[in-house]
C-alpha cells in the first residue's frame, strides 16, 4: 500500500499567518491527491483534488500544488474559521489512503 | 439537497456484527462510487472501502484491515449503502462516515459526507 506521510502532526499560527502543509507519498501517485478539513464533531469537508483543483465554494487563500510524491497545501491569510484539522487523500491506487493528519491551532 | 444519512451504529461485542446503513438523497447514486472512511475516537481518518458505480458493475474495493470481514453492498432502487462488519475487535471502535464520490477528470473527490454513526466494539 501506498504510505502517506503528513507533515507537521500539528501546528501553531495567528490569524493572517501563511500556512503550509506537506504529504509525501511513499511512491508516484501523479496528481492523485485531495485535501480535507474537518473541526471537532463534524465529517470533514473537501477543499481540493488533483492536487491542485479547488472545490467550488472554497475561498481562494486555499491552493495546492504538487505532483509525483510530493504536495503542499497552502493557506495565504489564515482566517479564524480555519483552525482545523487537514487530511490529504491519495486517490491513485487501492487501498486508498489518509495522511495523519495536520492540527492548525491557534 | 444532496445528502447522506447514516444509520445502524451502537455497542456491540467482540466478535460480534453490525450493519450499517447510508441512506442518500438528492442525487443520481448509481452514477456515483460510495464510500466508507471510519475515524476511531481521537485519531485520523482511515478509508474503509469503496461500491464503484453502476458503469463499473458496483465491484468493491477494502482497506487492508477490513478486508474479508467487512462487506460493502448497495441497492440502488432504494438509494442505500450498506457496510457488513463482522468478526468485530475493539479497533474497529470508530464514527463510521458514508461518502459520495464524484470525478471530475477522473479524480476522485469526496465530496459529500454524512454525519457519521458511532461503532463501539467492547465486551
Known amino acids: 500500500a501506498i504510505q502517506v506521510t503528513q507533515s507537521p502532526s500539528s501546528l501553531s499560527a495567528s490569524v493572517g499567518d501563511r500556512v503550509t502543509i506537506t504529504c509525501r507519498a511513499s511512491?508516484?501517485?501523479?496528481?492523485?491527491l485531495g485535501w480535507y478539513q474537518q473541526k471537532p464533531g463534524k465529517a470533514p469537508t473537501l477543499l481540493i483534488s488533483?492536487?491542485?483543483s479547488l472545490q467550488s465554494g472554497v475561498p481562494s487563500r486555499f491552493s495546492g500544488s504538487g505532483s509525483g510524491t510530493d504536495f503542499t497545501l497552502t493557506i495565504s491569510s489564515l482566517q479564524p474559521e480555519d483552525f482545523a484539522t487537514y487530511y490529504c487523500?491519495?486517490?491513485?491506487?487501492?487501498?486508498?489512503?489518509f495522511g495523519g493528519g495536520t492540527k492548525v491551532e491557534i | 439537497e444532496v445528502q447522506l444519512v447514516e444509520s445502524g451504529g451502537g455497542l456491540v461485542q467482540p466478535g460480534g456484527s453490525l450493519r450499517l446503513s447510508c441512506a442518500a438523497s438528492g442525487f443520481t447514486f448509481s452514477d456515483h462510487h460510495m464510500d466508507w472512511v471510519r475515524q476511531a475516537p481521537g485519531k485520523g481518518l482511515e478509508w474503509v472501502g469503496r461500491?464503484?458505480?453502476?458503469?463499473?458493475?458496483?465491484?468493491?474495493e477494502y482497506g487492508a484491515s477490513v478486508r474479508a470481514r467487512f462487506t460493502i453492498s448497495r441497492d440502488d432502487s432504494k438509494n442505500s449503502l450498506y457496510l457488513q462488519m463482522n468478526s468485530l475487535k475493539i479497533e474497529d471502535t470508530a464514527v463510521y462516515f458514508c461518502v459520495r464520490v464524484s470525478s471530475p477528470g477522473g479524480h476522485d473527490a469526496f465530496d459529500v459526507w454524512g454525519q457519521g454513526t458511532m461503532v463501539t466494539v467492547s465486551s
Open positions: 487523500l491519495q486517490d491513485y491506487t487501492y487501498p486508498l489512503t
Open positions: 488533483a492536487a491542485s
Open positions: 461500491s464503484k458505480d453502476k458503469i463499473r458493475s458496483y465491484t468493491t
Open positions: 511512491q508516484g501517485i501523479g496528481n492523485d
